[in-house]
């Protein structure tokens, strides 16, 4: 498999594991449509790799991924085209978590949001450092929860919890994202990445056939889930996005301007 076309996800195979690693950190590792478009097609292309055993997602920088792009948010209020595409992809890129039966594990730093969120948040295993922090801000730019919240969250951490947060866009800590539910571990900062290699490299060592066969089986939760909440969550996040295009760019702009008094952050 050639992986030379990805440069977002920058991708490489070592030892039976894909490294998959979101390059953007000047800009937090937030994607515009390129960058997004990575997303719904590099775990097809690991799919089918029989060199892949087991995939390894991560990021460089100091956030794991805050998402889409400001600017391109902005632009698709505007481009029709843009916005079907953006739901196509979207939707790849949580059916195609769905149906590997690879095991994956992701190593997450620093704030997650968005879409990247959603693609780490889907691995089978997520570590996180102690200062990671992980929201669905969907609500907090006018748009409904639609990268697959609604569908994840709810199996997860439970209704309650996955309500009380979707419904607000506040911010998960790591360590009560672990009690939630929503991820795995959490250990030191600067120790996630070898935290999670480790578990990469003790799936290449197990009967592979019998580690398939058991995350098929336990993936079909996620399969119910997205027939029951995902791709009727994503149709009404692109409505949110065309009927309500001034409600979107206000809220962008007000986030803009927050991110102006931080300027110690990285920039979006």
Known sequence: MDYSRYS?????????????????????NSCRG?????????????????????VLISSTGRSFSVGA??????ELLSDHDALIELQKQA???????????KPVVCAMQGMATGSGLMFGLLSDVVIADRDARIADGHVTIALAAGDGGAMYWPLAAGLVRAKRHLLTGDFVTAEDAVRYGLIAEVVDNGQCLQRATEYAERWVAMPQLALRYTKRA??????HGAQVAFDYSLALEIQSFAMTPDAVRDAVAQLREQLKNRPQKEKV
């Open 69 to 74: 792009d400001y600017g391109w948010m902005e």
């Open 91 to 101: 939707s790849e890129l949580v059916h195609a978590h769905i149906d590997l039966d």
């Open 8 to 28: 977002f996800l920058r991708t490489e195979v070592r030892n039976h594991i894909a490294h998959i690693t979101l390059s953007r950190p000047e800009k937090a």
């Open 218 to 223: 336990l993936n079909q939760w996620l399969r």
């Open 34 to 54: 390129p960058e997004h478009a990575e997303f719904a097609t590099i775990l097809r292309d690991v799919a089918v790799d029989d060199d892949v055993w087991a």
